[in-house]
């Protein structure tokens, strides 16, 4: 598919039946292997991205992220959108800017959260922030497909458990022209009810949170639509690494080789 095409089967995916899996890989290799178990779009992790670079999240550029996210593009024909985090300015036009440097790596949509990297205040101002998405909505529009654009409310995840504030500002960026709509680490899902029942866009919950994780279909008879996995895959990836290390220096014994895949079944997810 071309990137417009792609455009296209993205914001479809939004408006059909059902609850969109949307996973999150971290380089070119787990994006083929996720591609192959029949998802139909994917995803990148800021944090994931980070941690490639040896870094925390947080801790990576605009052009680091895009350019990371121009590699999962590249190795795999589904839609990708992006984590681009704040959008790696605190003004509008910043914002924006990186609206468009993110169509040109060849996305099809992206996240933007109005955390302010300030420990002393962690979000920005509601005006502020929705002035922010109004920013990024007006880039996305101007492009020559439909560039689906998510906005976070960070609340749960910056210490600010308001779940009223959480939702008066996800109200404010869908007015202002986001098309998917998320707060990570809501507590329950009369939390998760409580938004989807105030907000008419599609509505995306994050798996990645111990103790904040519940089914498919809980979520989907909640009214969420899509669903994100953050850095959880990519942390299970090295769960796995971290296991059979711990067993080579602690018992000299390699048994993880007996449910580890082959090269001939991992080569069959790549490209030659």
Known sequence: MTQIEKAHRFRALHEGSGVL???????????????????????????????????RDGRISRDEALAHARLIVQATRLPVSADLENGFDAAPAGVAETIRLAAEAGLVG????????????????????????????????????????????????????????????????????????????????????????????????????????????????????RISFASSLYRAALTGLLNAVREIKGTGTFNYLDETLTSAEWNAYLRE
């Open 21 to 55: 899996l949307i996973p999150n890989p971290w380089d070119g290799g787990s994006a083929r292997l996720l591609e192959h178990l029949d998802f139909d779009a994917l995803a990148t992790s800021s944090a994931a991205s980070a941690g490639t670079l040896g870094r």
């Open 110 to 225: 992206c996240s933007i959260e109005d955390s302010s990297g300030d420990r002393h205040k962690p979000q920005y101002d509601i005006g502020h922030a929705t002035e922010r998405i109004a920013a990024a909505a007006e880039a996305a529009r101007a492009l020559a497909f439909p560039f689906t654009l998510t906005a976070r409310a960070e609340n749960f995840f910056r210490g600010h458990r308001d779940l009223e504030d959480t939702i008066k500002r996800l109200a404010a960026y869908e007015e202002a022209g986001a098309d998917v709509l998320f707060a990570p680490a809501l507590p329950d899902l009369d939390a998760v009810r409580a938004v989807c029942a105030t907000i008419r866009k599609p509505v995306n919950f994050m798996v990645g949170v111990k103790g904040h994780c519940f089914s498919v279909a809980e979520l989907a008879a909640a009214g969420v639509k």
